[in-house]
């Protein structure tokens, strides 16, 4: 039996965050991987779909200003971009081992499971804690239709040494529509279905909808309220049904519909940690029904968004927490998502329908800026944003926003809502003039 | 002879923006243009200029992704890019006087002069007024060389209709850089002559050095420690003669050393406003001499940049003071610079020269940022950043950068120091991850 202060099940981002913070105050801490080490941001996730996106966006803004100073686009070329991809991901697991190493933390890998007596089995090994964190995060959800074993995921996807000319993605979720970009922009000809007429339902409506006329033009097939109700393998392609009798075929199928909570393995229940099917229950300070069990990030089951950046925060708020014994609640900033693409679409606080909701309370201002300085100049196909302002107070409290660099609006935008800037503020900063920030000043 | 509260001289943003503030307080105002009503910025400057930038900028991405992911490099349309920036600026100066009449504010164009008995004529035209603002901005400085009628200015640059082939600027300011960016990229041999080894000597040394560098990658012939001392006309080309006998022959010859402030026809000595060779003398409430007479903008001898959102800011500083009485001294957030082009270079807030004179003040980062995942990604040629943090404090109170995207990551710190935000503050908010911002969290 090995002792720690600390053992934590998952070597992702938020896990590390707290391995690195806990081993900084003095614990003794253990890591516990199954997988690839660093997790599935770095590895499967944000940082290898972004290093394809890069092409993608370049070629977005070549296209947009075809008539407009530009002559000709540049192809994407999949296996440079994929080589670029792996140059990345290949150093991530042996490095982000050598750094737990090289600190001093413990490491063990293979599959976690608890025993009865509280205890922890990884392969040989049996680890003991004062405390654990679990962060074992979400993995691709796998539909159960007929066929079901012939569908890949996203994993799959990030992994590709060549690109079909034919894809289906099955789920508009924002892994299915950042793939449906990445692979219809690299010219597969890709077919996007979903089985309700609202995809990406964390996001507002009406820029979802436009998001959807922007991915048609770009020629994906986008098929809403469409169930897919089998898959069979025919020649070297697969062939596709759903409930009302449509059928066609691809060369791959993703299931892109959604991630799960990793947590079969783990045997919660002999340690009397309650889950839920969206993944571990925790109070506000990230204590499971076992008061000596924690959780973070994607494998819990919490209203915030699952994204690497709340996992760190989580990682670090458990730090705090275990170190100095402060148990204050945890307390989130603004926590902004993005969907990427040529066009991306990004939302931040306040959400329109929310606001909505509340007219006393709220002013929204819904803006086509396709119209607008900065979107004329890159002729950016389009371009909106809904912001939300607080009456009273005259601050900025949410946005909803389309653009080919809604990315940066919305980083802005949080830092505004962050330090509780009213439009008046902005209007008495200064910034670099003419860009997406100096914009902001006609916020009011 | 027409009596006003508030006669102003000059139609461009800072002018405009004192006309609407005053105007919207009740006072009765006027505006003098004797060129283009909206000013140099929206005709001749930084919008037009950032309209070519477009292509240049989105020709950048391509190429930087050439063997990471893109194939070819799109070429840019001279003839478009122009066409897509007349069809901006054809419209501003009727839509600018347009805006004037139908607020109700008085408009009048032509040469203004001052009388000694204190009232201005413009044309036909007597008006007196309380108070006046000059805000006439400044004009591309004449070189006094052999030749100097030969010589085009960037007014001329931003509305070629073709692009020749061979093309000098002398003068590596800022209007040289940036034309020097846009003329290379768009296909013509560029000669971007320097008097001494300082080009943009308001910014970082070393970052101008890797700018230069960049710069000449692209294909630019840097020419530094270069005294031009006549230009002939040769055939259809213009010959060039250098203080240490250097020849050559270009297509067309651009002075681009400077601006001069636009003082010469007012006359100011008459109602005794005090010059300088640096533009107009103002107290910090932006009064001249004569405490009847302010000054803003550009043609203000001050040490800010000569940037539009500055002057606009001076603007609603003298809308404050010329309607409430308030006579604070005006007191300026952090202005970042930029200089545009496919690699960008920006500054904001304490320098690191500054920085380093004080060591026991503050600390200078200096990171080269090729490696970050964000430069990686998009395989920047060239990213580095100089961070400023007030030893004291741990706030960022500077930044120096040189990145393809150096625009936006000023624009974030300007937000981090306008709100006085140290690193670990950074690390409390959450932003999208990954991006440009997200990265701010690695600066500690």
């Not at 092409?55 to 803004?61: D, L, M, P, S, T």
């Not at 008539?67 to 000709?72: D, F, I």
């Not at 919660?268 to 300070?285: C, E, F, K, Q, S």
């Not at 705090?320 to 991306?344: E, W």
């Amino acid at each position: 039996m090995q002792e720690f202060d600390v053992v934590i099940i998952g070597g992702g981002p938020g896990g590390l965050a707290a391995a690195y913070g806990l081993h900084g105050h003095g614990l003794n801490v253990a890591v516990v991987e199954k997988d690839l080490w660093g997790g599935t941001c770095p590895n499967r996730g944000c940082d290898p779909k972004k290093i394809l996106m890069a092409a993608v966006e370049a070629q977005g803004r070549s296209e947009a200003l075809q008539g407009h100073g530009l002559t000709s686009v540049p192809q994407i070329d999949w296996r440079a971009s994929m080589a670029k991809k792996r140059a990345y991901t290949e150093k991530i697991p042996s490095g982000t081992l050598e750094g737990l190493k090289t600190a001093g933390i413990a490491t063990f890998h293979g599959t976690a499971s608890f025993n009865t007596d509280g205890t922890l089995t990884v392969g040989e090994d049996q680890l003991n804690a004062a405390n654990w964190i679990i962060a074992t995060g979400q993995e691709p959800r796998l539909l159960d239709i007929p066929g079901k074993d012939l569908l890949r995921t996203s994993n799959d996807f990030l992994d590709l040494d060549t690109l079909p000319a034919d894809i289906t993605l099955i789920g508009a979720g924002y892994v299915g529509v950042e793939l449906a970009a990445i692979a219809s922009a690299a010219g597969s000809r890709v077919h996007l279905v979903h089985h309700n007429r609202r995809p990406l339902r964390a996001f507002d409506g009406d820029l979802v909808h436009d998001l959807m006329d922007r991915l048609t033009a770009e020629g994906v097939d986008v098929k809403l309220d469409t169930d897919v109700t089998a898959v069979v393998a025919v020649d070297d392609q697969y062939q596709l049904t759903t409930a009302s009798g449509e059928t066609w075929t691809s060369d791959l199928v993703f299931a892109t519909a959604g991630r799960t909570p990793a947590i079969d393995d783990l045997h919660l229940a002999r340690i009397d940690v309650v889950t839920t099917p969206h993944g571990i229950a925790v109070n506000d300070r990230l204590q499971t029904t076992n008061h000596h069990v924690f959780a973070l990030g994607d494998v819990v089951d919490r209203p915030q968004p699952k994204l690497t950046p709340v996992a760190g925060y989580e990682g670090r708020y458990l730090t705090a927490t275990l170190t100095n014994g402060a148990a204050d609640p945890i307390s989130y900033p603004v926590i902004p998502s993005v969907v990427y693409g040529k066009t991306q679409l990004a939302q931040l606080g306040v959400t329109p329908a929310e606001a909505v909701a509340e007219p006393e309370k709220y002013h929204v201002n819904d803006l086509d800026l396709t119209h607008w300085y900065s979107y004329q100049r890159t002729a950016d196909p389009a371009a909106r944003i809904k912001v939300v302002v607080d009456q009273e107070s005259g601050n900025i409290v949410g946005a909803a926003v389309l653009s080919s660099e809604a990315e940066q609006v919305i980083n802005y935008l949080d830092f505004v809502i962050q330090n509780h800037m009213s439009t008046a503020d902005i209007n008495q900063t200064i910034l670099a003039y003419p860009t997406l920030a100096s914009d902001l000043t006609y916020f009011n």
